[in-house]
């Protein structure tokens, strides 16, 4: 059973930035793909990010057309930490922000896909 804890969410002006950690533990694997969500009130649970990687070899980054250049994400092995860093914050970024994994090798941006869910992480960007 893969646990997935978010944490750095908060309160930041337009034009600020944030980053995001995803803490894993319960024996992931290199065959897993990391990724980043977001849910807007009143609004689908969307793909923002996503990684896969084994020791330092990263398989590969995907990225939403809304994020990037603006967004990054990236892994601490060391600790299986996955990081999103996000830059140049707009209003429309406000969400809650969720970590997910994907446990089968596949290279998929579809919520649904995904087995494990962290408890999400609320980030707020004032006009």
């Known amino acids: 059973q893969v646990q997935l804890v978010e944490s750095g969410g908060g309160l930041v002006q337009a034009g600020g930035s944030l980053r995001l950690s995803c803490a894993a533990s319960?024996?992931?694997?290199?065959?897993?793909?990391m990724g980043w969500f977001r849910q807007a009130p009143g609004k689908e649970r969307e793909f923002v990010a996503h990684i896969r990687w084994s020791g330092g070899y990263i398989y590969y980054t995907d990225y939403a057309d809304s994020v990037r250049g603006r967004f990054t994400i990236s892994r601490d092995g060391a600790k299986n930490t996955v990081l999103l860093q996000m830059n140049s914050l707009k209003p429309e970024d406000t969400a809650v922000y969720y970590c997910?994994?994907?446990?089968?090798?596949?290279?998929?941006?579809?919520?649904?896909?995904?087995?494990?869910w962290g408890q999400g992480t609320q980030v707020t960007v004032s006009s």
């Open positions: 319960g024996g992931t694997s290199s065959t897993y793909t």
């Open positions: 997910a994994a994907l446990t089968t090798a596949r290279r998929s941006i579809n919520k649904d896909e995904y087995d494990y």
